[in-house]
T-cell receptor
Framework: EPEVTQTPSHQVTQMGQEVILRCVPI?????FYWYRQILGQKVEFLVS????????KSEIFDDQFSVERPDGSNFTLKIRSTKLEDSAMYFC????????????FGPGTRLTVL | SQQGEEDPQALSIQEGENATMNCSYK?????LQWYRQNSGRGLVHLILIRSNEREKHSGRLRVTLDTSKKSSSLLITASRAADTASYFC????????FGKGNQVVVIP
């Protein structure tokens, strides 16, 4: 069964460094998403992406965040200058037809900022 | 942004019992979805119910939707230890978020 994959599973970085989290959505899906979950808290929406552009973003998704689909398979989340409070689990998801369609989530990348 | 809100619950039940959890939301929806998250793991989609449906079954799962009350319930019948997880509702909207989740512990 097709699935969303994410790499790395765990990323440790120093405060102020840039990180890129990678996702490979399900191949025939057209909508892509990033969420984050701070330890012990709820899952929060960051951004949705369709047709090579951001379709929606939350207040969390400020100028230090960016997303890109550099090729036909990868979908990346870049954090330019990490802060301690960026430490969280980051989930990528994709859906086939629309943002209201079932979303399939990857296993997540745990980001630890020291 | 609006989001699905579960009645915050921490359920602890014996294996074989049923587990029921509820969710309320605030706006119109296209559909409502339930997801499960095992501790420290990713989110797994369980079931989607569309706004014109009132009840849906999938295996041991039963979901109801009452659009007049803007609420949904998820019933897990004959629970198993492997059902121990957090359960989130999430409704179809392009501002997407989850509630805090219902923690369910099934005791063998």
């Amino acid at each position: 069964e097709p699935e969303v994959t994410q790499t790395p599973s765990h990323q440790v970085t120093q405060m102020g460094q840039e990180v890129i989290l990678r996702c490979v959505p399900i191949s025939n899906h057209l909508y892509f998403y990033w969420y984050r979950q701070i330890l012990g808290q709820k899952v929060e929406f960051l951004v949705s992406f369709y047709n090579n552009e951001i379709s929606e973003k939350s207040e969390i998704f400020d100028d230090q965040f960016s997303v890109e689909r550099p090729d036909g398979s990868n979908f990346t989340l870049k954090i330019r200058s990490t802060k301690l409070e960026d430490s969280a689990m980051y989930f990528c998801a994709s859906s086939e037809a629309a943002e209201t369609d079932t979303q399939y989530f990857g296993p997540g990348t745990r980001l630890t900022v020291l | 942004s609006q989001q699905g809100e579960e009645d915050p619950q921490a359920l602890s039940i014996q294996e074989g019992e049923n587990a029921t959890m509820n969710c309320s939301y605030k706006t119109s929806i296209n559909n409502l979805q339930w997801y499960r998250q095992n501790s420290g793991r990713g989110l797994v989609h369980l079931i989607l119910i569309r706004s014109n449906e009132r009840e849906k079954h999938s295996g041991r799962l039963r979901v109801t939707l009452d659009t007049s009350k803007k609420s949904s319930s998820l019933l897990i019948t004959a629970s198993r230890a492997a059902d121990t997880a957090s359960y989130f509702c999430f409704y179809g909207n392009n501002r997407l978020a989850f509630g805090k989740g219902n923690q369910v512990v099934v005791i063998p």
